[in-house]
């Protein structure tokens, strides 16, 4: 365990203010250019110098034929090449000084066994020469703050209080459009590959230290030292949630786990096991992986299982209901003064009881005004649930075929749905209490994309914000027990 | 059951060739305006008359005041009329000699006791008169071959062979744009609300028969009478494939469903033990009922659960093969010869095994053109699942921060890599084996689109794509049971 957080290695390559990448070129067909020109175009300041043994210049920067040539140390060394130049090109960094390497090339554990002799000699050169590194076989590091980017993909997103650390490069890079999509901002990610000298464990350590992030998401197909995992795990489920994906459980993801990242996974009753010790919560799939993670990192932890479902669509408020009692929580009834209250405020055709349903109604004062804050203000009530709020999505739809009956425009139709819902973007915040929600529109909608700018979680269908929510409930069901058992004391805010 | 494809009520619906909207007026914020335009302004060619107490033109047609009032009698008439309207308005239907009914209106049994009593005399008159209607509390039906829709959101995707019965019209009309999103198309869908007249055993009847449609999705809150429902789900199971969400198993998702459409919820153990005997695949969320529906839908039934993966990137083809055995799958060894046929053609960091991983390689006629086929066509191959496809949003995305280091525009690169994924598209139809995929990108991306539009299922992500093709290979398993209980007889082409 990590005694500062300076002392983890991962903050110095975070916080890199020079990277130096060895493989990029001026072929954008190649990963080491791509990767390059994350970091050189993206909003990272400081030097970006490419190394090269031939050309003199690389996408515009003056280039240096190899790391002893550099004129100062860098921070952070990348290496995009072929599996046999990695070695040579470790020991011209550690000629240099430089202490912190990304190494993306892959040929090693999970090449067979010239690979593992090749991995066995890299983990032996680097410990010696005190060189902390990411990889081998990782794609590295993105830090949405810094704009240090040695992924293959841009990160185009807004930077949220995620983190991600992952035995999956993919799922730290390819995914970032989906995560984009589903309005999910990370703060930093680690694609940790074959963990030979920076695994999860340091991962964990380091986002438990670090202030942008809230919670943790975990993509695991192996884990080769449990002890050191656990301890790391507890210091960091102690302050902020961590989710995990294990994927090494059957014989097919152990079998492709150990081609891919050479991870031995183990049965999934010892994971579940070091999970629980651990207070990680377990997920099945990538997408309960990011949606659970991003509820996490962007909700108050609720104090209870009891929720309140408030739409304007029946299927939806049965299928949340469904889904509550599915994943463990309860829709207590109102109080009899309170559901009158709530029954003269809606149409005739309206339920009043838990879930609210105002079937087919535009008052959108009603759902998104009046009534949130009502619910969220009564004691029994420990988060809400919403379904079908829509915006400029929902009126170019139906302005297709009723475009010429509109007395106003598109656009200003779109704009007082939108100004309508910036109220309950603040209400998680006030109530301290969690707003989940579903739509069947993405963020092309306007009301959407507020919403999920505002970080209130919009996914795609009920069941999915129920889950999400069910993850909750959970984390703030594990706080109370560590309370209970640790003293006030361990009730470190989230 | 009924006899004839004729006889049962649903085909006079579909098939109408004149409908009066009543409550239709000039109002876009109406319900009734916008279900009469979605009809009006599609593709029906059929005549569309509005009736209206006052107004002399509604939408552009001639108004009448009433149906009595109408020069001829219509082959459908919608009421989206207040309750108490509705039935003076079904007493004028009856007097024009008008048969067939949609009724919208809300207010019956899902309303408590005056609902109740206001429902069975709705029953008792139509009965009497033969009279057959949807609903009430629906939203009636949609047919994408006809343009008929009589629900609240225009139909903007291509028509499709998944049939939709549903006890929420939400989840036949509010989705829609998510299921275009998705790339699932419908034949026909039916709001089936409270049932009193035509329920869901008469939608699975219709359907066995429906030429457009070979697989059928079910919403359910609750089934009044079980009987009917398992003699005309046997029949359709027999020919077609049926997925069904029951969401009144739980204390939340009973009372829910009781204040929605009225529907009795019984314990799930009932439930499950209806759908085993009928042959229904029951599914826990409303994505599985969508994406499960449109695989079954447009694959070929699989002979048995041995699958291959082929991909590009390593987190994906693990998180696929964990998927793979937890769904009752497997991932055959290849035999050696094939496995170094395989290899020969890899790239050396590349996997051979199953599952095939080209780790980062642009070489798109190995992925997509070379390999397909050549498992395909192995006879201990009975289905393939694909991740990482994809096109112009890729170019786009890279393009931001490259775009000026690329020899192609754009919409060149773009336009080969639709060209290259078409032969890929065939493929289910040459080999009849299902292929299952998922994408990081959505139908933005012209890969993803083309996959689609052929019929490919293509979702969000990996497990996802696993979960819709172990719905298959179930099929394939109850088709084969089925044959070898009933003999050759049964084996009625999907």
């Known amino acids: 365990m990590t005694e500062s957080r300076e002392a983890n290695p991962l903050h110095a390559i975070f916080n890199a203010g020079s990277v130096a990448f060895v493989g990029a070129s001026n072929k954008p067909t190649t990963m080491g250019t791509i990767q390059m020109l994350n970091t050189l175009r993206g909003n990272f300041p400081g030097r970006v110098i490419p190394v090269h043994p031939r050309l003199e210049r690389v996408l515009g920067e003056k280039a240096y034929p190899n790391l002893r040539a550099l004129p100062e140390p860098v921070d952070l060394a990348v290496l995009v090449v072929p599996t046999d130049a990695v070695l040579p090109v470790v020991e011209d960094a550690i000629a240099r000084g430089i202490r912190n390497l990304v190494i993306t090339s892959a040929g090693f554990r999970e090449g067979g066994e010239d690979g593992q002799k090749r991995e066995a000699l890299l983990r032996e050169v680097t410990r010696r020469n005190g060189i902390r590194?990411?990889?081998?076989?990782?794609?590295?590091?993105?830090?949405?703050?810094?704009?240090?980017?040695?992924t293959f993909f841009p990160y185009l997103h807004a930077p949220g209080p995620l983190g991600l650390a992952s035995q999956s490069g993919t799922y730290v890079t390819q995914v970032l459009d989906l995560?984009?999509?589903?309005?999910?901002?990370?703060s930093k990610a680690i694609s940790v590959g074959n963990s030979v000298s920076i695994d999860l464990a340091d991962c964990l350590d380091y986002f438990a230290d670090d202030p942008d992030t809230r919670a943790v998401a975990l993509y695991i197909e192996g884990i080769a030292d449990g002890r050191r995992f656990l301890a790391a795990a507890r210091r960091c489920t102690a302050r902020k949630p961590v989710v995990a994906l294990y994927v090494g459980g059957?014989?097919?993801?152990?079998?492709?786990?150990?081609?891919?990242?050479?991870?031995?996974?183990?049965?999934d009753e010892i994971y579940d096991g070091l999970f629980a010790q651990a207070g990680i919560?377990?997920?099945?799939?990538?997408?309960?992986?990011?949606?659970?993670?991003?509820?996490?990192?962007?909700q108050a932890v609720p104090n209870?299982?009891?929720?309140?479902?408030?739409?304007?669509?029946?299927?939806?408020?049965?299928?949340?209901?469904?889904a509550v009692y599915r994943h463990g929580m309860t829709l207590p009834r109102f109080p009899s003064a309170l559901e009158a209250q709530i029954r003269s405020m809606l149409p005739a055709t309206a339920s009043a009881a838990n879930p609210i349903d105002l079937t087919f109604s535009l008052d959108i004062k009603l759902l998104q005004e009046k009534l949130p804050p009502l619910l969220l203000g009564q004691d029994f009530v420990d988060g809400l649930l919403m379904h079908g709020l829509q915006g400029s999505t929902f009126f170019t739809d139906v302005s297709r075929i009723a475009g010429d009956l509109f007395s106003l425009p598109l656009d200003q139709m779109s704009e007082f749905a939108r100004l309508a819902v910036e109220p309950l973007c603040r209400m998680p915040q006030e109530f301290q209490k969690p707003i989940v929600m579903s739509c069947f529109y993405d963020r092309r909608d306007n009301v959407v994309r507020t919403l999920q700018d505002a970080h209130i979680p919009v996914f795609d269908t009920p069941e999915r914000a129920v889950a999400a929510m069910g993850a909750l409930v959970r984390y703030g069901e594990f706080r109370r027990r560590l309370a209970s058992r640790e003293g006030p004391d361990a009730r470190t805010p989230v």
Chains 1, 2 share one sequence.
């Open 133 to 150: 590194f990411v990889g081998p076989n990782c794609i590295g590091v993105l830090n949405t703050k810094s704009g240090l980017n040695t």
């Open 281 to 298: 919560q377990r997920v099945k799939t990538v997408a309960d992986l990011y949606t659970f993670g991003w509820a996490l990192a962007t």
């Open 179 to 186: 995560l984009a999509r589903w309005g999910i901002g990370l």
């Open 250 to 267: 059957t014989e097919g993801g152990s079998r492709s786990g150990r081609s891919h990242t050479g991870a031995l996974g183990g049965p």
């Open 304 to 322: 209870g299982n009891r929720m309140v479902i408030l739409t304007h669509s029946g299927g939806p408020a049965t299928s949340m209901a469904d």
